[in-house]
């Protein structure tokens, strides 16, 4: 079975650092992009960044940029977003995706891990 | 970036009814456009990609359609399990951008 399962979120106050983590299983990681995809409380979808095959290239939406760094291992079959500086606009579930080969669209996605920033 | 604007906020369909939700870019996606189904408390999940072909598992009363700025996703006729939340999103420029989202509630 294709998944992808995140892990790592939490509580953290203002200022703070957080890691997550996606393990990938039931496809052969290596050959996609990967991207993450965050949401608030009540609001929509915000893409956040994505990281290409070989994780020689990464891109950052400009809420993140200079705060957020995404990270890979092949190995493991696993992507990491590493999180500082965090505000309480970062508060959201966080979502590991796959970028649909051919197209630009998000195939699988994980079930989510709640970020809340807040003293 | 290109923003995506969803309407109606709100749609309120009876079941076997049909439902029509627009998505709209503030400029051209060329065909680089897809639909997300969400429900409470779960992951999106694709529905549509290359503005009107199906994903996976998906039944043939969803479609989509359109071109350039202006789309449309129609549930030909609405079955329980199809109330959530329809998201689209343009993934023709950086960044990529989705709509604010379209509630399919029972009426």
């Known amino acids: 079975e294709v998944q992808l399962v995140e892990s790592g979120g939490g509580l953290v106050q203002p200022g703070g650092s957080l890691r997550l983590s996606c393990a990938a299983s039931g496809f052969t990681f290596r050959s996609y992009w990967m991207s993450w995809v965050r949401q608030a409380p009540g609001k929509g979808l915000e893409w956040v960044a994505n990281i290409k095959q070989d994780g020689s290239e990464k891109y950052y939406a400009d809420s993140v940029k200079g705060r957020f760094t995404t990270s890979r291992d092949n190995a493991k079959s696993s992507l990491f977003l590493e999180m500082n500086s965090l505000r309480a606009e970062d508060t959201a579930v966080y979502y590991c995706?796959?970028?649909?080969?051919?197209?630009?669209?998000?195939?699988?996605w994980g079930q989510g891990t709640m970020v809340t920033v807040s003293s | 970036e290109i923003v995506m604007t969803q309407s109606p906020a709100t749609l309120s369909v009876s079941p076997g009814e049909r439902a029509t939700l627009s998505c709209r870019a503030s400029?051209?996606?060329?065909?680089?456009l897809a639909w997300y189904q969400q429900k409470p408390g779960q992951a999106p999940r694709l529905l549509i990609y290359?503005?009107?072909t199906r994903a996976t598992g998906f039944p043939a009363r969803f479609s989509g359609s359109g071109s350039g700025t202006d789309f449309t996703l129609t549930i030909s006729s609405l079955q329980s399990e199809d109330f959530a939340v329809y998201y689209c999103?343009?993934?023709?420029?950086?960044?990529?951008?989705f709509g604010q989202g379209t509630k399919v509630e029972i009426k």
């Open positions: 400029r051209g996606v060329g065909s680089n």
């Open positions: 290359g503005v009107s």
């Open positions: 999103q343009q993934y023709n420029n950086w960044p990529q951008t």
């Open positions: 995706a796959r970028d649909q080969p051919n197209y630009g669209a998000f195939d699988i």
